[in-house]
């Protein structure tokens, strides 16, 4: 008497196809570039904002920095030396990056949803809604995104509460015209219109048709506007209208840092800033580049 060794269960099991999660996650890891990116924004990110509760140094009183030497070389007391105004430059870096990164992120934040709202509605409505909002954003586009940024700062201000509000609100216009891409062309598919047919109302479709099939540009788009906004706040930090004093970031450290090295050669107050920031900003696109290949939808399997 012969034992069935492939029972239909045991078929059906080996069938089964792998969870999308897994899927996507062997996607992601796959990507050694995007995994060592992840590591090394973690240890940036944990630094900037543990290292300073566990060892703390003044970045805030000016008065307390007349006791300590002004541009002195790397040492045990001091690992990356001190800046021109006598504070620490590893904790300085520290301090910069909080509001660098939390800057970064609640403008992107902003970009991303006010985008992705606007292009939805622009390409899945299309028509004459879509021409009066498209024509709307081409005149915004036509105006020097940079220059209008400092326009905005130099009359309203710098505060922080602004300055993440005037880059979140003026850099979602080329993210819109992403995702107005994505809706016109998930709105005239099968299932979509399959579902305008059975009288699916047009918000059930963009929630539940557009937005899951354009999830892979949006997170994409989603992690550029995270660096972009931390390269926009940077800029302005350089060009002398970054976070006021006694707060700072890495473009305003940056800008004084290069003053210092070209007078004196002070090599520490730039170059050891300068590779976090590249390599900060550079890591952000890897990651983007990997999470639009794990969102994306042809390289699942079903």
């Not at 036509?142 to 130099?154: A, E, N, Q």
């Not at 005037?166 to 979602?172: D, E």
């Not at 997170?219 to 302005?236: E, G, H, Q, R």
């Amino acid at each position: 008497m012969s034992v069935l060794t492939n029972s239909p269960s045991t078929e059906l099991a080996h069938a089964a196809p792998t969870p999308m999660w897994r899927q996507r996650t062997r996607i992601f890891f796959s990507n050694r570039l995007a995994l060592a990116s992840v590591i090394f924004l973690v240890i940036v990110a944990g630094a900037c904002y543990l290292v300073p509760l566990f060892h703390p140094t003044n970045q805030t009183d000016a008065s307390a920095t007349l006791l300590v030497p002004q541009n002195a070389n790397p040492s045990a007391a001091y690992w990356l030396g001190t800046t021109s105004t006598g504070y620490d430059e590893l904790g300085r870096i520290f301090y910069g990056g909080e509001y660098s990164l939390t800057l970064g992120l609640l403008a992107g934040f902003i970009t991303i949803v006010v985008g992705t709202i606007y292009g939805m509605i622009a390409g899945f409505f299309a028509g004459l809604v879509d021409t009066v909002m498209m024509r709307f954003l081409d005149a915004l586009l036509s105006i020097p995104y940079f220059f209008f940024l400092i326009t905005l700062i130099s009359i309203f201000g710098r505060s922080t509460t602004f300055l993440i509000l005037s880059i979140g609100l003026t850099g979602w216009w080329g993210n819109a015209r992403i995702i107005r891409g994505d809706a016109l062309l998930i709105r005239s598919l099968e299932y979509s219109q399959a579902s305008t047919a059975m009288g699916a109302s047009k918000w059930h479709i963009i929630r539940r048709h557009v937005f899951p099939n354009s999830i892979s540009n949006i997170v994409t788009v989603a992690t550029f506007s995270v660096a972009d906004a931390i390269l926009a706040l940077s800029a302005l930090g350089f060009l002398g209208l970054g976070i006021q004093l006694p707060q700072t970031d890495w473009g305003t450290m940056l800008q004084d840092g290069t003053t210092q090295l070209q007078s004196s050669n002070f090599w520490w107050e730039v170059y050891p800033l300068a590779a976090i920031f590249i390599l900060v900003v550079v890591s952000i696109n890897y990651i983007g580049d990997a999470l639009r290949d794990t969102f994306e939808v042809r390289l699942v399997e079903r």
